[in-house]
């Protein structure tokens, strides 16, 4: 199965910054340069939830919760999506993965964990 590849989590403090990383390999290279390009998140017990994504012109949009603290980007000659997370409060603690829009999605991938926690 090809799936994306996310990166980039780790333990950081309330207030701190982590900057994730969704790579798609060569397989996915037209489906990346066409389609919108989804961060979504899942806490424990809690339904995976859409973060923010971007479209391949770089139109961007944002969750509520996430608007003014997180920014999305993307380099489409690497087929990376980046998604710069500042201002990281305990309730951003999750397991974050990257897909496509809606109907294009791949196979989920194994998603990276971020901690929020002092």
């Known amino acids: 199965q090809v799936q994306l590849v996310e990166s980039g989590g780790g333990l950081v403090q309330p207030g701190g910054s982590l900057r994730l990383s969704c790579a798609a390999p060569?397989?996915?290279?037209?489906?990346?340069?066409?389609?919108?390009m989804d961060w979504y998140r899942q806490a424990p017990g809690n339904q995976r939830e859409l973060v923010a994504a971007?479209?391949?012109?770089?139109?961007?949009t944002y969750a509520d919760f996430v608007k003014g603290r997180f920014t999305v980007s993307r380099d489409n000659a690497k087929r990376v999506v980046y998604l710069q997370m500042n201002s990281l409060k305990p309730e951003d603690t999750a397991v974050y993965y990257c897909?496509?829009?809606?109907?294009?999605?791949?196979?989920w991938g194994r998603g990276t964990q971020v901690t929020v926690s002092s």
């Open positions: 971007i479209t391949r012109g770089g139109d961007t």
């Open positions: 060569d397989s996915l290279f037209r489906m990346f340069s066409i389609y919108r």
């Open positions: 897909n496509f829009q809606g109907p294009y999605r791949v196979s």
